[in-house]
């Protein structure tokens, strides 16, 4: 009766070791899933404040009258508010792809273009 009952807990040592072996492995890279998670996140709002301060320096005029909504947003995506016709002039002359609704992917801003897109922008509100 007993091994019947408990054969699979006392007779079958090695599956239990491959299941604590395989919990301690996935446990490992789920944290290091969410410690990429963070900095992921944590660059995207840095790049929000990156392109918050550009958009300011350059003097750009947001069509809302400030450029708050940039910070306030989350996720992938951001709002800038431009026009299709200011998007497809910022396309055109700059080669900056942004969707027809006016909205950018973040994962694109950095610290290397952030000047080159805000001044594009400020052209594109100012001109187009």
């Known amino acids: 009766y007993q091994r019947r009952v408990h054969g699979k807990q006392w007779y ?12 301690r492995v996935h446990g490992k890279q789920w944290y290091q899933r969410r410690v990429h ?6 660059r995207r709002v840095h790049g929000r404040q990156l392109l918050f301060d550009a958009l300011n320096k350059v003097g750009a005029k947001s069509p809302s009258g ?3 909504h940039v910070q306030d947003q989350i996720g ?4 800038t508010g431009l026009t299709k ?4 002039y910022v396309r055109e002359k700059y080669a900056v792809y942004l969707l027809g609704s006016g909205r ?3 994962a694109g801003v950095n610290t290397g273009n952030v000047e ?6 400020a052209d594109a509100l100012s001109n187009a």
Do not use: D, P
């Open 66 to 68: 400030n450029w708050n």
């Open 12 to 23: 079958q040592r090695r599956v239990h070791g491959k299941q604590w072996y395989q919990r």
């Open 116 to 121: 080159y897109l805000a001044a594009s922008f």
């Open 76 to 79: 992938m995506f951001c709002y």
């Open 85 to 88: 016709a200011q998007v497809l």
């Open 104 to 106: 950018i992917s973040m």
């Open 37 to 42: 998670g963070k900095q992921w996140y944590q």
